[in-house]
């Protein structure tokens, strides 16, 4: 059976829906994925082991760009690409109207959420097979009960599984027991101060770790050049691709990181993840990992280093425990 995943975005979404893609390789062995996804996370959905063609969408880009013959030209591809790979299933793990409008060019039976559980309620029109899922639930799991009985099982929720791998290249300069800080997110209220960056990567350095900083636009680089002139043990890497700071981060022996997918890409990857949310609710959709935990501030509250190097500690403990 040849199934296509529709998950189009954001990277923290793409990220929730690997554990279901570990389900399935355990309950239908017979069944091979592909994924439709928006261009910049290909290289997430390609750390996954069991995943085959990529299909990369770019709706952001072609929103912008609505009117020009090239933005139609890659739908009008996209559309014969996904046709021609003679899906049996699709499965639209997204419940948007942009996911299911995608997931419509392949033209063969889609599954999804029904309306009481989809996300946007329109794209259930567009769906063969709508099946019931409580939207109280973590975004990981609703995932997994979808491709369970989508697929005809179920699934075995006790444990989590995200399955990928980190790629072999990595940062140079990172070598050793290195502590990543994922410093940069998209919104300003998200954001700890960098004061307190600093001083968490200061007590980083007396447990024995390499604090490692990187930057991917302007502000980013401002953050991350202060971390580095404070502490100048800390590793500075410059901006890089995605793979090769998910390599990085795959590789460390403990990530703190803001509300920013790379920091569901650590706890995905099984490593003692403190994420520290100021503005945002983790709710049903933070960070999940075996070794993840999500300090959250109380309102009019902050959140100290000493307490994020506290948990950060309890956490490496944790993982030093578990069998290998």
């Known amino acids: 059976m040849k199934v296509l995943i529709v998950k189009t975005s954001s990277m923290g979404d793409v990220i929730h829906t690997f554990p279901a893609v570990e389900d399935a390789r355990r309950n239908r062995p017979d069944v091979s994925f592909d994924w439709c996804v928006e261009e910049a996370f290909a290289g997430i959905v390609a750390l996954h082991p069991a995943i085959g063609a990529i299909h990369m969408v770019?709706?952001?880009?072609?929103r912008k760009r609505l009117f020009n013959s090239h933005t139609w030209r890659e739908a009008k591809n996209l559309r014969r690409a996904l046709?021609?790979?003679?899906?049996?299933?699709?499965?639209d793990a997204q419940g948007l109207l942009k996911s299911a409008l995608v997931a419509k060019q392949a033209a063969v039976p889609i599954?999804?959420?029904?309306?009481?559980?989809?996300?946007?309620?329109?794209?259930?029109?567009?769906?063969?097979?709508?099946?019931?899922?409580?939207?109280?639930?973590?975004?990981?799991?609703?995932?997994?009960?979808?491709f369970g009985?989508?697929?005809?099982?179920?699934?075995?929720?006790?444990?989590?599984?995200?399955?990928i791998m980190p790629p072999a290249?990595?940062?140079?300069?990172?070598?050793?027991?290195?502590?990543?800080?994922?410093?940069?997110?998209?919104?300003?209220?998200?954001?700890?101060?960098?004061?307190?960056?600093?001083?968490?990567?200061?007590?980083?350095?007396?447990?024995?770790?390499?604090?490692?900083?990187?930057?991917?636009?302007?502000?980013?680089?401002?953050?991350?050049?202060?971390?580095?002139?404070?502490?100048?043990?800390?590793?500075?890497?410059?901006?890089?691709p995605l793979a090769v700071i998910a390599a990085a981060i795959g590789?460390?022996?403990?990530?703190?990181g803001a509300d920013t997918g790379l920091t569901h890409l650590?706890?995905?990857?099984?490593?003692?993840?403190?994420?520290?949310?100021?503005?945002?609710?983790?709710?049903?959709?933070?960070?999940?990992?075996?070794?993840?935990?999500?300090?959250?501030?109380?309102?009019?509250?902050k959140i100290t280093p000493a307490e994020v190097m506290a948990e950060a500690e309890r956490l490496l403990v944790l993982s030093s425990k578990a069998p290998a």
């Open 58 to 62: 770019a709706i952001r880009r072609w």
């Open 83 to 91: 046709r021609a790979a003679k899906y049996d299933l699709v499965i």
């Open 111 to 146: 599954a999804g959420f029904d309306r009481e559980s989809a996300r946007e309620p329109s794209a259930t029109w567009f769906y063969d097979h709508r099946y019931a899922v409580p939207r109280d639930l973590h975004a990981i799991e609703r995932t997994r009960r979808l």
């Open 149 to 163: 009985l989508a697929l005809g099982y179920q699934p075995d929720l006790s444990g989590l599984q995200s399955g």
């Open 169 to 240: 290249d990595g940062l140079a300069g990172t070598s050793g027991k290195t502590a990543f800080l994922l410093h940069g997110t998209s919104r300003e209220d998200k954001k700890w101060p960098v004061k307190d960056w600093i001083e968490t990567a200061r007590l980083l350095l007396e447990k024995g770790m390499t604090p490692v900083v990187t930057w991917s636009n302007g502000p980013e680089k401002a953050v991350a050049e202060a971390i580095a002139k404070a502490v100048p043990q800390a590793a500075l890497v410059p901006k890089s």
């Open 251 to 256: 590789r460390s022996a403990l990530v703190v």
């Open 266 to 301: 650590a706890s995905a990857f099984g490593l003692p993840t403190v994420a520290v949310f100021l503005a945002t609710e983790p709710g049903l959709t933070g960070p999940r990992g075996p070794f993840s935990s999500t300090l959250l501030a109380a309102p009019g509250d």
